[in-house]
């Protein structure tokens, strides 16, 4: 039953994303029903999905982030509640289709897994499988043979689920061609405004109204709750006076590397080629090995002519015109068995034919580049840095964990710590919540460890918080403000200018839904008092300037046969924007290249949507708990 799979390339893409590191998140969580009494993360109709299943796949995805994103990657994203239950319904997910796979006795046999694994481009070296290159590969994703060969069994189980519903979907070339013509339609609009601010001076608003609105907000007219800190930094930038390095550590890295400040030696060549397709037959093959020795011969006998006989029978469009000049090259910008024979040549050697997965080679050789070293001088301050900033990460890690005991240790004040490890305690002005996020490099938990009771009525330290890879910040409030009503006389005149707009939106919106009323009616922009503004080009992806989305949809929706047509809206400032369609153009008759383009695309789309239902229809019938209070734990390191 599961032969189909060597027929099918959606098995493959799946091995290649855990190979590759992607990662993507998806998936609604409010689907699921909540519980806290559970004793695991999750349970899918019995099966569960353990707290240790959860922490790995969390573990997993955060070194694979860490590893595309880099410098860039920041482990807090994994705090977010969106993105942990993002994981939990790909687990999920999967226990629902294991499910459904026993259920149809689907199972995958040690040969076929076998079988798929070898047949992976990534494992295999010279087109034939590498048991060293296997496990190489997986090293380098932290994952063993073990690990993976059960990852990849139970992907295989499920993918005769998936591909004939994600795979299989198919859209008509008509409804092709109609989705592109409308989404590449243009409309000619035309835009007046009428704003807000010729209004206000027509509103008049008496104290009561202003004392009425401060006594019925009062929780919207809070001052924030405020701190004044003092914080340290731990950082490699804070450690930079703690790395010296000396002369001698420069010159050493130098003379036992001198290969990394240099230039390889180049080899300049030409070369005929008499190409030979993968799929060629043995015929085809020897033929092809006849003419390139023929070729040899004849240029041998006659090197000056090397390049006329190339422009006229090499094979290799982007090299022929040119004589079958290469220009300069290292060797390991060449296939291997082409650089071996270029490199061990001198000039003015004819060598070959050579065989390469393109075909046959005749080489000439024509110039040497010998290998140079750049002069100490030349690169001794970027060895320095190199140096420096290793010592430094070696040294971050004893001094992070020597800063956090500190500040643990320590808890009452950061001047012993700054002391102990050479830091300096720095000091902010009252900050509210947002203020105090925005100084850690926007870290939500160092913000919630500040405004924790302890931190506000003990003012003992927080904990030192990764906010960034390799920074920690440890903080301690000085002062605090709680949060509290301003004053009546501080606010009231805002509230006066707040009321006194809200009543010039009311009336600028009123008149506009008139004007737009007289226009339909066929009264013309002189009759009404409005301007439009120079017409511009719209389609369903290009939002003009200020143009609120859901007007561009109306504009889309007005009846082509029906011009001039006018929709109006309420615009960003408050005031209100009447738009008018006075042309629509169709796009030209769509190529072959883009339908098929757009089909796959359209395909690709339906598919997932099918899938996406596909485990809704799963899940409706199954009972699926999670464990709200297990998903807020950190993973067990």
Avoid: C
Wanted: glycine share 6%; charged share 25%.
């Amino acid at each position: 039953m599961f032969e189909y799979v060597d027929k099918h390339k959606r098995i493959a893409q799946v091995v290649l994303s855990i190979i590759t590191l992607t990662f993507v998140f998806f998936g609604t969580y409010s689907y699921f029903q909540r519980s806290s009494t559970l004793p695991e993360v999750a349970d899918v109709g019995g099966d569960k999905v353990t707290q240790q299943e959860f922490d790995q796949a969390i573990r997993d995805q955060q070194q694979r982030m860490q590893a595309q994103l880099k410098e860039n990657y920041d482990p807090t994203m994994f705090d977010s509640p969106e993105v942990r239950f993002a994981i939990v319904d790909q687990l999920v997910n999967q226990k629902l289709l294991d499910r459904e796979a026993t259920a149809d006795r689907l199972r995958v046999t040690d040969g076929q897994l076998q079988g798929f694994i070898m047949s992976i481009p990534a494992f295999q070296e010279d087109g034939k499988f590498s048991a060293d290159r296997y496990k190489l590969v997986l090293s380098g994703q932290d994952m063993t043979p073990a690990s993976f060969e059960q990852r990849l069994r139970s992907d295989m189980r499920v993918a005769p689920l998936q591909e004939p519903i994600a795979a299989g979907s198919v859209v008509a070339k008509p409804s092709v061609e109609r989705y592109l013509t409308l989404l590449e339609q243009k409309r000619e609009v035309a835009t007046a405004t009428i704003p807000v601010e010729p209004f206000l001076k027509d509103v008049k608003i008496d104290d009561a109204a202003v004392r009425k609105f401060y006594d019925d907000n009062q929780a919207a007219l809070k001052s924030p709750e405020q701190v004044k800190l003092e914080y340290l930094v731990l950082s490699p930038d804070t450690l930079a006076s703690k790395a010296a390095v000396t002369p001698e550590e420069v010159k050493a890295r130098y003379d036992s590397n001198l290969a990394a400040y240099g230039q390889p030696e180049e080899r300049s060549a030409s070369h005929i080629l008499i190409a030979v397709k993968p799929d060629a037959s043995a015929a085809e093959k020897a033929a092809a090995k006849k003419k390139a020795e023929d070729i040899a011969a004849q240029v041998r006998a006659n090197p000056g002519k090397f390049a006329e006989i190339a422009k006229a029978q090499s094979e290799d469009p982007g090299s022929a015109p040119q004589g079958g000049d290469l220009g300069s090259f290292a060797h390991d910008t060449m296939v291997k068995p082409f650089a071996d024979a270029a490199f061990a040549a001198k000039v003015g050697d004819i060598v070959g034919p050579v065989q390469t997965d393109f075909g046959w080679h005749v080489i000439k050789v024509t110039g040497i580049t010998p290998a140079k070293v750049k002069p100490f001088d030349e690169v001794k301050g970027d060895i320095e840095k190199q140096l420096k900033a290793a010592k430094i990460q070696q040294q971050f890690g004893t001094e992070a964990e020597k800063f956090q005991n500190l500040v643990y240790e320590q808890a009452d004040s950061l001047q012993g710590v700054a002391k102990a490890m050479g830091l300096t305690v720095q000091t902010t002005p009252f900050l509210a919540r947002a203020q105090v996020q925005q100084l850690a490099q926007n870290n939500v938990k160092f913000a919630d460890a500040v405004f924790a009771p302890d931190s506000l009525t003990q003012k003992r330290n927080t904990d030192a918080i990764e906010i960034a890879p390799n920074t920690l910040m440890a903080g301690r409030v000085v002062d605090s403000k709680p949060a509290a009503v301003r004053p009546f006389d501080e606010v009231k005149d805002e509230i006066r200018r707040q009321l006194q707009r809200r009543e010039a939106v009311a009336l600028a919106q009123k008149a506009g839904a008139e004007k737009l009323a007289a226009l339909e009616a066929g009264k013309s922009d002189k009759d009404v008092g409005l301007a439009f503004g120079k017409p511009v080009d719209l389609t369903r992806n290009q939002v003009g300037p200020g143009m609120p989305p859901d007007a561009l949809v109306h504009i889309f929706q007005v009846n082509e046969q029906k011009l001039p047509g006018y929709i109006g809206a309420t615009n960003a400032q408050g005031g209100y924007s009447i738009y008018r369609v006075t042309k629509v153009t169709n796009p030209p008759a769509l190529d072959d290249d883009r339908l098929k383009t757009a089909s796959s695309r359209l395909s690709d789309q339906v598919g997932r949507e099918l899938m996406t239902a596909y485990l809704a229809s799963l899940r409706a019938r199954t009972d699926v708990q999670i464990n709200q209070a297990a998903l807020d734990k950190k993973p067990q390191q």
